[in-house]
């Protein structure tokens, strides 16, 4: 499971979308996980009267005590599923803070969903409360989109210290980093490319290799609810190189299973 971590308006909520349909274009059967109390993952893709009536959504599913709670998810696009939230779920975070190991929950949730999906991207609030904890308790691997300002470069130690802090708590030790993304970079800038360098100098080795350019593609796709590779192919295919360069092993495993079948 993969989760996109960051502070708001750096292309989080974006970022999910955008490897969750690269990963459902190469074949892999994709679980988008909306985890965030303005479920914007979720207004992507469903209008907002039907994001509201929907029921069970995640909040129905993390406040059900005994775990029997399965949301359907939701088909959004060949091999690229949903659960969804609406604004329900920040009420919920408060309900579920006096439950018994609450950071688990979302865990201990998803377990009914085992074997059912290649891949688990989940998107959460960009501040760190037990909604986010339930993510970084449940990930194995956390991707930190980080915009080319200011405001970036000095949130940056804070998210990462909480990675760590979730591993060192024993919430879950498993949890690793895979990596930063430097999002709407735009080379005309000068701040963009002061800060570049700076994470090129001080996070080399966590820095994924290509930059994302800032593109009006973007708006258009979330204007018309589109896969971003129809709006602008240049952005597409960069989605589609990382999702190849993340879930190589997924790929392969099942380029082998697809022979064995045949």
Not at 117 to 126: A, E, G, Q, V, Y
Not at 225 to 230: C, M, N, P, T, V
Request: hydrophobic letters at 40%.
């Amino acid at each position: 499971m993969w989760h996109i971590q960051q502070q708001g308006g750096v292309g989080k909520t974006t970022t999910t979308i955008s490897l969750g349909t690269a990963a459902a274009r190469r074949g892999l059967k994709t679980l988008l996980v909306d985890m965030d109390g303005q479920s914007s993952l979720t207004e992507y893709f469903i209008d907002l009267e039907t994001k509201e009536a929907i029921n069970p959504s995640m909040a129905e599913m993390l406040l059900d005590k005994r775990g029997q709670v399965r949301i359907e998810p939701v088909q959004l696009m060949e091999n690229l599923y949903i659960l969804p939230a609406n604004t329900k779920l920040a009420e919920a975070e408060l309900v579920i803070a006096s439950y018994n190991n609450p950071q688990a929950l979302l865990r201990q949730r998803l377990r009914l969903y085992d074997g059912e999906f290649d891949i688990c991207l989940m998107d959460s609030p960009p501040a760190i409360g037990l909604l986010t904890r339930n993510v970084l308790g449940a990930s194995d691997f956390v991707i930190v989109p980080m915009a080319t300002e200011e405001m970036g470069i000095r949130t940056l130690p804070q998210t990462l210290a909480q990675i760590d802090e979730i591993k060192e708590s024993e919430v879950n030790t498993a949890i690793k980093l895979w990596g930063i993304i430097a999002t709407m970079y735009d080379i005309r800038e000068g701040e963009d490319r002061r800060i570049l360098e700076i994470l090129r100098s001080d996070y080399a080795q966590e820095l994924y290799s290509e930059v994302l350019p800032r593109r009006t593609g973007y708006k258009k796709a979330v204007g018309n609810r589109a896969d971003i590779s129809d709006v602008d192919k240049d952005l597409g295919k960069y989605w589609s190189r990382l999702a190849r360069t993340l879930f190589k092993d997924t790929l392969t495993k099942n380029r082998l299973q697809t022979k064995e079948i045949a």
